[in-house]
């Protein structure tokens, strides 16, 4: 027969295992999707159509793979605004150039990590602020790509790789979601289960204290970018060969998406919490409420706003989460 006393450690223990708080804190995006998803069918009888879910799988893909890649980024403290650029120079590469497929799509991604290259180096050894850098790459990158291209779109991709921007798995699951589902599955597993996953969060939390331990701060941060970017240009390429053509304009406003798709997945802005999983939650979301926005007929202007306010609430939502814990 147990004591009173043990009676009580047995209440307290019962009652700690449920924190409220905590729980809204780690699955609050989740239940705000589940809301979402409930009040947009509620709101139009087209959304849980089949047709429709199909395109809002394949549309949310591109900005996913984006987003996975600026998770990473954001982590370390940093930011990248070329993502846009990259992407839509990738697309010129795959579509532009006559050398075949596969050789297209490879050099695509190296020449975007090349781009991903310059921004760390801009930030880590130039010591310029992320924002400055990225947002001048990406300038620079849609010049170069205009220049290329003569403002003019480039028509027709290589045969050999269209699967990937048009196939389906078992003639349910675009090959694109795919496609995202496993790099989302590699980034998650990349930061939860392997020694440079540490660095990346230990290097958003504490840079000075990160060097003083021995990490390679700069490396990490360079090999991030590069990741990032490797990541804008294969998502560049999964769109040239569903599109069948590349543009230097295409990427604009993709980097709004990926970073908004991140702050809404719980990632800090200000380094060093967040993850992957996160932002597949904040991508479904964003993905969701853009298909929304497009089915009640809301003007583009009007849908910048809303994505304005959504990475305002998100950012707001952090800082008050942050200013509890102090």
């Known amino acids: 027969m147990s004591s009173p006393s043990n009676e009580n450690v047995l209440r307290r223990r019962t009652k700690a295992k449920f924190d409220l708080p905590q729980f809204f804190e780690t699955y609050g995006m989740l239940i705000v999707l589940v809301v979402l998803i409930f009040a947009c069918s509620m709101i139009s009888p087209v959304f849980l159509r089949p047709g429709n879910l199909f395109n809002i799988t394949r549309q949310v893909a591109v900005i996913g793979i984006i987003s996975v890649g600026m998770t990473l980024v954001i982590i370390t403290r940093g930011i990248d605004l070329s993502v846009g650029s990259v992407y839509a120079f990738a697309t010129l590469m795959m579509a532009g150039m006559k050398v075949g497929a596969v050789p297209n799509a490879l050099f695509a991604v190296l020449l975007s990590m090349?781009?991903?290259?310059?921004?760390?180096?801009?930030?880590?050894?130039?010591?310029?602020?992320?924002?400055?850098?990225?947002?001048?790459?990406?300038?620079?990158?849609?010049?170069?790509?205009?220049?290329?291209?003569?403002?003019?779109p480039?028509?027709?991709?290589?045969?050999?790789?269209?699967?990937?921007?048009?196939?389906?798995?078992?003639?349910?699951?675009?090959?694109?979601?795919?496609?995202?589902?496993?790099?989302?599955?590699?980034?998650?597993?990349?930061?939860?289960?392997?020694?440079?996953?540490?660095?990346?969060?230990?290097?958003?939390?504490?840079?000075?204290?990160?060097?003083?331990?021995?990490?390679?701060?700069?490396?990490?941060?360079?090999?991030?970018?590069?990741i990032c970017a490797g990541l804008a240009g294969f998502a560049g390429v999964i769109t040239a060969n569903h599109m069948n053509f590349g543009e230097a304009n295409i990427g604009s406003g993709m980097e709004l998406d990926a970073i908004a798709a991140v702050a809404v997945g719980g990632t800090s802005l200000g380094g060093g919490t967040g993850g992957v999983a996160g932002t597949v939650v904040g991508v479904l979301i964003i993905g969701v409420l853009n298909n929304l926005l497009n089915l009640v007929d809301m003007p583009g202007y009007t849908q910048k706003v809303v994505k304005g306010a959504i990475i305002i609430a998100a950012v707001l939502l952090q800082s008050m989460q942050a200013n509890k814990k102090k």
């Open 114 to 152: 090349v781009w991903g290259l310059i921004a760390g180096l801009l930030i880590t050894k130039g010591k310029i602020q992320p924002f400055i850098a990225t947002l001048g790459l990406m300038t620079a990158i849609v010049g170069i790509g205009l220049t290329i291209s003569g403002g003019e």
């Open 154 to 226: 480039f028509l027709g991709t290589p045969k050999g790789l269209q699967f990937i921007g048009q196939g389906t798995l078992f003639g349910l699951i675009p090959f694109q979601a795919v496609l995202f589902a496993v790099i989302a599955i590699a980034g998650h597993l990349m930061l939860t289960c392997t020694k440079f996953g540490r660095y990346i969060y230990a290097v958003g939390g504490n840079e000075e204290g990160s060097r003083l331990s021995g990490i390679r701060v700069d490396t990490v941060k360079i090999v991030t970018y590069v």
